[in-house]
């Protein structure tokens, strides 16, 4: 469509891509902490 702005869609993307990497990032840093101990 002619309204789109690609800046806004790549920082659209961008949040979505950080908000599904979170969690993972989440799981790995407790399995660091807990080789830790």
């Avoid at 949040?15 to 990032?25: C, S, V």
Wanted: overall charge positive; proline content about 8%.
């Amino acid at each position: 469509p002619e309204n789109f702005d690609p800046e806004i869609g790549r920082k659209i993307a961008r949040q979505n891509a950080i908000a599904k990497i979170w969690p993972l990032e989440g799981y790995l840093l407790k399995q660091q902490l807990h080789e830790v101990k």
